[in-house]
């Protein structure tokens, strides 16, 4: 089935932060400009736009990618989380999000976006994660001012806190 109406855009179905998604987006639209841009979702951010920083990273179906290094109509029919959808039970802040001002983890908050991204993979997939597999999990992740020691301390609570 041709999904490029007579104008040139591609008719995009997919679920973000468990809300279903309807637009016509041009093919060339990166994904990081769609949901910055056609979602408003500010909280994904640009950093190196090479996919070496980790800042605009998403959970597609589950697993992170790097959302500047994907094409939007990449996700149709999928499910994307943005940091946005990264929730407490109640609606209300993440325990990822709250261990990470407890250890003082953020601090001009420009990375922890993509770091508390990753960190959620890691903890849905591997619940029991070592200090190690948090370490390897953010190395995708560039951060200029915490020094990574509170941000793993920050994960390491967190997973803690999930049993």
Known sequence: MNRINPNGFFSLSCFVNGQK?????????????????????KGTKEGCGEGECGACMVLLDGKTVNSCLMMAVQIDGRELVT????????????????????????????????????????????P????????????????????????ISAVDKARRSRK
Do not use: W
């Open 21 to 41: 998604i309807e637009r016509e987006i041009s093919s060339s639209r990166s994904l990081l400009e769609f949901i910055r841009e056609d979602l408003g979702l």
């Open 83 to 126: 940091i946005e959808g990264i929730k407490g039970k109640d609606g209300g802040l993440h325990p990822l999000q709250k261990t990470f001002m407890a250890e003082g983890a953020v601090q001009c908050g420009f990375c922890t976006p993509g770091l508390i991204v990753a960190s959620e993979a890691l903890l849905r997939r591997k």
């Open 128 to 151: 029991k994660a070592t200090l190690d597999d948090i370490k390897l999990e953010l190395t995708g992740n560039l951060c200029r001012c915490t020094g990574y020691e509170k941000v």
